[in-house]
């Protein structure tokens, strides 16, 4: 008898409309999994650093211009790029804690007007994760935090468009966390809760593997 493991390792996505904190709350997730001895890494998209992610990076710093199509295509082009990696690597067994994800595209896109399901469609195929952990800020309160209004986008009127727009996208797979209050450690609370549950699930799926 072949006793095959799995151990996959979690894809563990964070979105939210620009300042709900995901990057501290990434970070926050990253240590925590590695208290715990486990294999993480963390990913952001956009990739700023990739040939895809320089010509984003342009256009959020609004050095350049592009039409809404193509811009929403190099979004999805940069997951693309990565999505083999992220494959082999979550195959290996290590888990990815992923800054933005298809769900930003489509809604930061879908929020300039273009259609939902266009903008879906340029991102199917790709990898699923396990979990959608939301970060869900008033507009309003985003507009408080630092830097704000530095980037493309970051106005009050497009941000509660996003809002809206990530609200028709939620399903089983999210997580929404109120992080109106700003509190870094009780937000993470509640998503150690979240990743606690997928580890042991996790888990439990490799002892039935096991028994088999
Ligand atoms: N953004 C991000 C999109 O418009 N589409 C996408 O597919 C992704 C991943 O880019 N305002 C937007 C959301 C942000 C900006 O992200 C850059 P960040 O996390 O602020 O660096
Ligand atoms: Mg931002």
Redesign the pocket.
């Known amino acids: 008898m072949e006793i095959k493991l799995k151990k996959r390792g979690l894809f563990i996505v964070i979105e939210g ?3 709900s904190g ?2 501290t709350q990434c970070q926050k997730i990253y240590e925590y999994l590695i208290k715990k001895n486990e294999k993480i890494e963390q990913w ?3 990739d ?1 650093n990739g040939d895809i992610g320089k010509l ?1 990076d342009n256009y ?1 710093k609004n050095q350049s211009e592009k039409s809404d199509q193509a ?2 295509l190099l ?2 082009a ?2 693309w790029e990565k999505n083999k990696l992220l494959q082999n690597k979550l195959e290996s067994g290590i888990n990815i804690v992923c ?11 879908s929020a300039k007007g273009l259609d939902l399901e266009w903008c879906k469609s340029t ?1 199917s195929g790709l990898i699923s994760p396990d979990v959608v952990i939301y970060l869900d800020l008033d507009p309003k309160e985003a507009q408080n935090r630092s830097s704000y209004g530095e ?4 106005k009050l009127t497009f941000q509660s468009q ?1 809002s809206k727009q990530f609200d028709k996208l939620k399903d089983d797979l999210w997580k929404v966390i109120d992080s109106n209050n700003n509190n870094v450690e009780s937000t993470f609370k509640e998503i150690q809760i979240k990743i606690d549950e997928l580890l042991k699930k996790r888990e439990e799926e490799k002892d039935l593997e096991i028994k088999k």
């Open positions: 409309i620009d300042r995901k990057s952001k998209y956009p700023r984003i959020l811009i929403h979004f999805s940069d997951r800054d933005r994800y298809a769900f930003s595209g489509v809604a930061y896109s991102d980037e493309r986008y970051e996003v």
